[in-house]
DNA sequence: ATTATTTCACTGCAACTGTATAGAAATGGA
DNA sequence: TCCATTTCTATACAGTTGCAGTGAAATAAT
C-alpha cells in the first residue's frame, strides 16, 4: 500500500553518523543533514523524531558499533585485551579511530551546552560501559595472576577512561588519527609492566 | 574628549572568557554575550572586531593566565613541577582546574567546524607550549639524573600532553572538576617512578 | 556655550535555524 | 480504474544569528 522509501534506514544512519562526527550537533543545519545523509526533511522527522532524534539514533548506532567491534574482546580477555583497545584508538581502519576523534567524547564537551537529558545518557552510559570492560579485563587478568597483582582493578579501570578521551581529543584537535600515539605507548607499556612473564 | 566607556576591557575579557568556557563558541549569541559581560554590541564590534575578535582576546587572556600560573614553574623545574602541575588539573581554585574542562580543548573539539585560522593557531600554540615546558622539566630532571634516567623527555613530553586533554574532557563530560582524578594520580606515580630517591 | 569626538541604546537587516504544513507523487489492493 | 495510505517535494513560519546603521548622550577642549 505505501509510496516505497527513497532512502534505507541503515545507511542514512551509517551516513548521519558520519556528518555528525565530523560536524558536530550544532552545526549541522537540517538543510546539509538532508544533502549528507540522502534523507529528507520529512523523513527525518517521521522516521527519527527530528534532528535531536536522529542525532540519537547515530550515537546508538556508534555506540554499539564501538563495543562489539572494540571493547568486545575485553570481556574475554586481560591486559593483552586492553593493550589492543588503546592500540585500535589510533590505528587507522579500526572502529574508534579517526581524524574527528570519537562521536561520544565530540558529545560530551558540546552537550554541556544543549543539556538533552538523552544525549546525557547515552554519553554516560557509554563512558560506564568502557570502564566496565577495562574493570572486566582487569579482573580477569587479576584472578590469573593470583593476589600479587600490582594494580587495583576498579582504580585502574577508572583512570583508563579519561586517558581514553584524551587521545581521542587530541587526534581531533590535530585531524589525525595517529596523534595521540605517544599516549598509547605510554599507557600500554604500563599495562605490559603489571603482567610479568 | 571622547566619552567614558561604560565598561572595563580587562573585567570584561575575564567575564567574556568564563562565558566562552562554560558555553562553547557557536552557542553563545552575541546578545546573550552582552548579558554576561557587561559589554554592549557597539564595543563588542569596536573594541574586539566583533564576536569571534572578542573570543580570540579571551583564547589569549586564558593560555597567558594558564602560562604564567600553573606552567612556568616547570621551566625551572623537573618531575615534582610536572607533578604539581596535574595535581593542578583537578584541584579546586587552581587555574586549570574547572567544571568545564579547558577552553584551550573545548575550543579544539569545536573548532573543527568554524574552521577559523586564527583560532587555529591560537590552540596549536597553546599545546605546543605545554609540551614545551614539559620537555624543559624533563631535560631539566634528566640532566640532574644523569645518563640513566628512564625516560625520554621528547617521547614521554608528546604523551603528557594529550593525557592533560583526557582529564579535560573527562572533568567537563561529569561537569565535575575533580573526576579526572584517577588519571592524573596514575600519571603523578608513573612521573614518581622516574624519579629515584 | 559651542564644538568635535567617542560611545551609547535602539532598530533594522539578510541569512539562517528547526519545524510545520500543503499538495503532488507513488504504491498496491479492491 | 479507483481508492486508501504513505512518502515525497516545496513552501511557509516564527525565532534566532551576527552585524550594520542611526541618532542621541556624554565628554573635554575651545
Redesign the interface.
Known amino acids: 500500500m505505501p509510496r516505497q522509501k527513497s532512502y534505507d534506514r541503515q545507511n542514512a544512519i551509517t551516513k548521519a553518523c558520519n556528518a555528525f562526527w565530523?560536524?558536530?550537533f550544532?552545526?549541522l543545519g537540517v538543510r546539509e543533514l538532508e544533502r549528507l545523509t540522502g534523507l529528507n526533511q520529512f523523513a527525518i522527522r517521521s522516521e527519527f523524531g527530528g534532528k535531536e532524534g536522529l542525532y540519537l539514533e547515530t550515537l546508538n548506532y556508534y555506540c554499539d558499533a564501538a563495543i562489539s567491534a572494540e571493547m568486545a574482546p575485553m570481556k574475554q580477555g586481560g591486559i593483552p585485551e586492553i593493550v589492543s583497545f588503546f592500540k585500535g584508538l589510533v590505528t587507522p581502519g579500526s572502529m574508534t579511530s579517526s581524524d574527528?576523534?570519537c562521536l561520544i567524547?565530540?558529545t560530551?564537551?558540546?552537550n554541556?551546552?544543549?543539556q538533552s537529558p538523552r544525549l546525557e545518557n547515552a554519553?554516560r552510559s557509554y563512558?560506564n560501559t568502557l570502564e566496565d570492560h577495562f574493570l572486566i579485563a582487569l579482573e580477569n587478568e587479576q584472578a590469573e595472576q593470583g593476589e600479587g597483582a600490582a594494580f587495583t582493578p576498579h582504580?585502574?579501570a577508572?583512570?583508563?577512561?579519561?586517558?581514553?578521551?584524551?587521545?581521542?581529543?587530541?587526534n581531533?584537535?590535530h585531524?589525525d588519527q595517529t596523534?595521540?600515539r605517544?599516549?598509547v605507548?605510554?599507557i600500554c607499556s604500563?599495562l605490559s609492566g603489571y603482567r610479568p612473564l
Chains 1, 2 share one sequence.
Open positions: 565530523e560536524h558536530g550544532q552545526s574527528y576523534g567524547v565530540n560530551g564537551i558540546e554541556a551546552r544543549i554519553v563512558w582504580i585502574l577508572a583512570s583508563l577512561v579519561p586517558a581514553v578521551m584524551g587521545i581521542h581529543a587530541h581531533r584537535s585531524r596523534a595521540g605517544p599516549l605507548d605510554l604500563i
